[in-house]
């Protein structure tokens, strides 16, 4: 036996597991499989389960799926209990699923199939998030998500307005909620900034990257707490790929397809770096300003060369926080004119590098 593996299917209620282990010849085995509820004392009957069926000294790791919150306690407890757990993506479990052959779907066969997929690949595992940075992201998801509803109601007020009638009564309405919403982000924003403050090494960190054109506290506040203080990255290429910023071809033969941004990571990153870029390019941010100009004359795309500068954003901000260094607008503007002239020496040289290859190097 070369390991043991532990599916669970986690739903608001209850879990469904599978405990299963794979040989020398890669076959999988079940050797049981357990219903329990979504609480502590399931957790406890889960722990117990697991202790039983593992009789070898060989590896185990428990996969679940990231269902909206309701994987968080029973995957912290695991950890807590020193267990290696790895947390899947939906649409990747259910890739995999379909990949070997699975018709039907309910919480038993998904179990099965974690399971089964814990055992044969080498997933990375799970770590929770600080309970600084988990407090932070709850304030900031929640500023995004009354931003949302206020920009709806807007929207409904605006049309109110312009319609061939107006009802007063609703319009007073959606103006009292409206006025709701900006109180409610005030007070959010605030507790964003104490939140900040009450860490020392965090607050000194983000005086020195706030320093950037178009990078307030806001911005700077999402992008730690979406990364936990990018505390799980060892390279600027997890994050990027993290982030969703990482450019795949689509290439075979003689044929070349369009190259883009793969836009599979966390989309609150992506978002909330829009406006900075545009903030950034608008005050003429030297590296920045100096990227967008250089790729908007090689494609002619506005909205292109924005997410260049969105990616560019992004690894300054890592390497500062990293380095605890303050932002210096002409260390990187030295930095990107080797770069680009590092991309072109080695095309010169007939280093075999795409062309598209070459834009990434010179991002």
Known sequence: MLKYSVGLDVSSKK???????????????????????????????????????????????????????????????????????????????????????????????????????????????????????????????????????????????????????????????????????????????????????????????????????????LSLATILAETNGFELFESVKQLVSYAGFDVIENQSGNRVGRTKISKKGNSRIRRILFMPAFTAVSCKEKPFFNLYNRTFERHGIKMKSYVAVQKKLLIIIYSLYKNNQEYNPERYNIQEKEQVLCSLLAFEKGIKNSPNQIEAITR
């Open 15 to 217: 879990i469904d597991g599978c405990f299963s282990v794979i040989d020398t010849i890669q076959k999988v085995t079940i050797k049981s499989t357990i219903t329990i509820s979504n609480n502590s004392n399931g957790f406890k009957m889960l722990e117990n389960w697991i202790i039983k069926h593992q009789k070898e000294t060989i590896p185990l790791v428990i996969c679940m799926e990231a269902t909206g919150v309701y994987y968080e306690s029973c995957a912290l407890y695991l950890f807590e209990k020193k267990h290696k757990v790895s947390i899947i993506l939906p649409n990747k479990a259910k890739k995999y699923l379909q990949a070997i052959g699975l018709k039907s779907k309910n919480d038993s066969i998904d179990a099965k199939g974690l399971a089964q997929m814990g055992a044969e690949q080498a997933l990375t595992l799970w770590q929770p998030l600080g309970k600084y940075f988990y407090e932070l992201r709850q304030y900031t998801r929640q500023y995004q998500n009354i931003q949302e509803q206020k920009t709806v109601f807007n929207n409904q007020l605006h049309s109110l307005k312009s319609g061939m009638y107006s009802n007063k009564t609703i319009v007073k309405q959606l103006d009292n909620c409206i006025k709701l919403f900006d109180k409610q982000l005030k007070e959010l924003e605030k507790r964003i900034q104490e939140h900040i403050n009450s860490n020392s090494e965090v607050k000194q960190k983000a005086i020195n990257i706030c320093k950037i054109k178009g990078i307030a506290t």
